[in-house]
């Protein structure tokens, strides 16, 4: 069965430190990966996508970037983070959309 | 752009009541719509997915309809019990295949 792996779980790091979370996917090939943002009291916000090794498309021009070094590995960072960077960052992955999303179970991030 | 509104924001009901949530969308060129479950600090577990062609699905307690063509889709919940707490997410995965994520319905059961 497919699994959705994101760590860590929680985070607290200082204004203009760097950061990168990642996601793993076990169990299909060739998802397609997405990086989405929920600021506090407001809806979910996509960040990244991508369909392939490589290929990463950014929604929302921003202070994070995101990379698959792997088919199966998303991995967002940034260089500085912001105060406005705070957030509870959530990964998931689909097959093109027709069988749905599935979610990982998120993290955390505190900038202080 | 895809607009996605959930009514109402919030609902407070007694243990053992039957509910409605309520999701609109503003284009009905979609290819299937999503329900999604979120407690407090935790990811979005997956409900109910109905495909474009469909009308309806059914898991357990929990029955989603679709209707396209007036891009509405319900979910209703029988006989509410105090673990149903939670926010209850809709999403609609239209042009590009990608999910646009309504507002949220934050639902309390009270025992």
């Known amino acids: 069965s497919q699994t959705i792996h ?30 989405y943002r929920q600021a506090a009291g407001r809806g979910l916000q996509l960040l990244f996508y991508s369909v392939g090794i490589g290929q990463i498309s950014s929604e929302v021009p921003q202070n994070l970037s995101a ?46 | 752009k895809q607009e996605v509104t959930q009514i109402p924001a919030a609902l407070s009901v007694p243990e053992g009541e039957n509910l409605v949530l309520n999701c609109s ?14 407690d407090p600090g935790k990811g979005l577990t997956s409900l109910l997915l109905i495909q474009s062609s469909q009308r309806e699905q059914t898991s357990g307690r929990l029955n989603a309809s679709l209707d396209k063509s007036s891009g ?14 939670a926010t209850y997410l809709c999403a609609v995965n239209g042009a590009g295949n990608m999910l646009t994520f309504g507002g949220g319905t934050r639902l309390m059961v009270k025992p």
């Open chain 1, 67 to 112: 990379s698959r070094p792997q088919d199966r590995q998303f991995i967002l960072s940034s260089k500085k983070l912001l105060l406005s960077d705070s957030g509870f960052y959530l990964c998931a992955w689909s097959v093109n959309g027709a069988y749905g999303y599935t979610f990982g179970s998120g993290t955390r991030l505190t900038v202080v």
């Open chain 2, 25 to 38: 969308f503003t284009d009905s060129a979609i290819y299937n719509l999503q329900w999604f479950r979120q």
């Open chain 1, 6 to 35: 994101q760590w860590p779980a929680t985070l607290v790091q200082p204004v203009g430190s760097p950061l990168s979370l990642e996601c793993t996917v076990e169990g299909t090939s060739n998802p397609n990966l997405y990086w």
């Open chain 2, 72 to 85: 509405r889709s319900t979910l209703y919940i029988a006989a509410s019990q105090p673990g149903d707490s």
